[in-house]
């Protein structure tokens, strides 16, 4: 089994920065990309960065120069750096970790989100 958790959320005024945290652990022989997604009230779950093992990284243009991804492989995590808050940016986060059990097996595993709430 693998378990992914979310810290770092919060109440921020707009303007404002946070830092997410997600960790993986359990049974990974390695991970291929980490994600966060979030998804407002009323609205569809959509990508906000990903990272994958070799460092590329990918931004929704909403968060482009305002958010960071980057990751620390030793110890399977992925921090999202948020910076330039606005209320639209006030969802649930979740993190998604793309990874191998075992070679030639593919799964993803997410975590349980951590609201971030951002008050104009």
């Known amino acids: 089994q693998v378990q992914v958790v979310e810290s770092g959320g919060g109440l921020v005024q707009a303007g404002g920065s946070l830092r997410l945290a997600c960790a993986a652990s359990?049974?990974?022989?390695?991970?291929?990309?980490m994600d966060w997604y979030r998804q407002a009230p009323g609205k569809q779950r959509e990508l906000v960065a990903s990272i994958t093992s070799t460092g590329i990284t990918n931004y929704a243009d909403s968060v482009k120069g305002r958010f960071t991804i980057s990751r620390n492989d030793a110890k399977n995590r992925v921090y999202l750096q948020m910076n330039s808050l606005n209320p639209d940016d006030t969802a649930v986060y979740y993190c998604n970790a793309e990874f191998r059990p075992v070679i030639g097996v593919k799964y993803n595993a997410w975590g349980q989100g951590t609201q971030v709430t951002v008050a104009s």
């Open positions: 359990g049974d990974i022989f390695s991970i291929i990309a």
